[in-house]
């Protein structure tokens, strides 16, 4: 019996990864309907490329993300956009992967802070309408998350490669 074809979800999701960075940088905010194009993606392509074992621990690790992601928030650490984000974006990623998508989110998170830093500097006493700039009180976290995402659906397979061998 042949495998069923998997279907490649990064033509899409790439799109929607910098859509995110852009809104989040430009508003500070994650809009509703952006999150909503990540589930409808996950729920459009999930069903015909994976097995529903992968299926069900993928479910089982978004609700993971999501209840962790909640207490971070409960502390306003983070955003109720990025919460949901997260929580979208980890059904699209393959539970195998999940340990390397964290690893390149820190990595992400840590080089987004400093570049925030650095820009925040450069455009001292300068008007920007972009108000992750402008305003100094907090940390657009889709830019991390994007960041994040496009590193993983562009270098991830090759990663887990070279990691499993």
């Known amino acids: ?46 069903p015909f490329s994976v097995s529903w074992i992968e299926l069900k621990w993928r479910l089982i690790a978004g609700a993971g993300v999501f209840l962790v992601s909640l207490l971070i928030f409960a502390q306003r650490l983070i955003g109720g956009g990025d919460v949901k984000l997260l929580t979208a974006l980890t059904l699209l990623i393959p539970v195998c992967a999940l340990q390397l998508f964290g690893m390149i989110l820190s990595l992400s998170i840590f080089a987004s802070v400093l570049a925030l830093f650095i820009t925040r500097r450069a455009m001292l006493g300068r008007p920007t309408r972009w108000l992750a700039i402008s305003d100094r009180s907090g940390f657009p976290m889709g830019l991390a998350i994007g960041v994040a995402g496009i590193i993983f659906w562009l270098f991830g397979p090759n990663l887990m490669r070279m990691i499993t061998g």
């Open 1 to 46: 019996m042949n495998a069923p074809p998997v279907i490649s979800v990064g033509w899409l999701v790439i799109p929607l990864l910098l859509a995110v960075i852009a809104y989040d940088m430009r508003f500070m905010r994650i809009p509703n309907w952006l999150v909503t194009l990540f589930v409808i993606v996950a729920i459009c392509s999930l």
